[in-house]
C-alpha cells in the first residue's frame, strides 16, 4: 500500500494550495481518508476526512470554512483544498487511510508527508 501525497510548497498568507493524495494498493471506498498535519514541535492534529460510501465530510476548528476535502474514487485520489492561507497553517501534512469496511477494519496507512509552509 502506498499514499503518495503532493503539492505543498511556499505560499503567502491568503494564497490557496491544493493538495493531493494518490493511494495505491488499497480498495479506495473501504477507506476512511483524512488529512493530518504537524507544525515543528507539535503533535499531529487531525484536519479533515472524507467518509468511505457516502462520501461525508468533516473539519477540524482550525480550518472550517476556509478548507475542502474531495475524492476522484476513479483515480483512487483525495485533494485538500486550502484557502485563505495563515502563518498557522505551516506544517507537514500527512495522508491517513483507515479501514473502516469490515474487510479492512483495522488497517491504518500513512503517507510520507508534504510540506506546506506559508509566509510572506
Known amino acids: 500500500v502506498q499514499l503518495v501525497e503532493s503539492g505543498g510548497g511556499l505560499v503567502q498568507p491568503g494564497g490557496s494550495l491544493r493538495l493531493s493524495c494518490a493511494a495505491s494498493?488499497?480498495?479506495?471506498?473501504?477507506?476512511?481518508m483524512s488529512w493530518y498535519r504537524q507544525a515543528p514541535g507539535k503533535e499531529r492534529e487531525f484536519v479533515a476526512l472524507i467518509e468511505p460510501l457516502i462520501g461525508s465530510t468533516t473539519y477540524s476548528d482550525s480550518v472550517v470554512g476556509r478548507c475542502t476535502m474531495s475524492r476522484d474514487i476513479a483515480k483512487n485520489t483525495v485533494y485538500l483544498q486550502l484557502n485563505s492561507m495563515k502563518p498557522e497553517d505551516t506544517a507537514v501534512y500527512y495522508c491517513n487511510a483507515k479501514g473502516t469496511l469490515p474487510t479492512v477494519l483495522g488497517r491504518n496507512y500513512w503517507g510520507q508527508g508534504t510540506q506546506v509552509t506559508v509566509s510572506s
Open positions: 494498493g488499497l480498495t479506495f471506498i473501504g477507506y476512511t
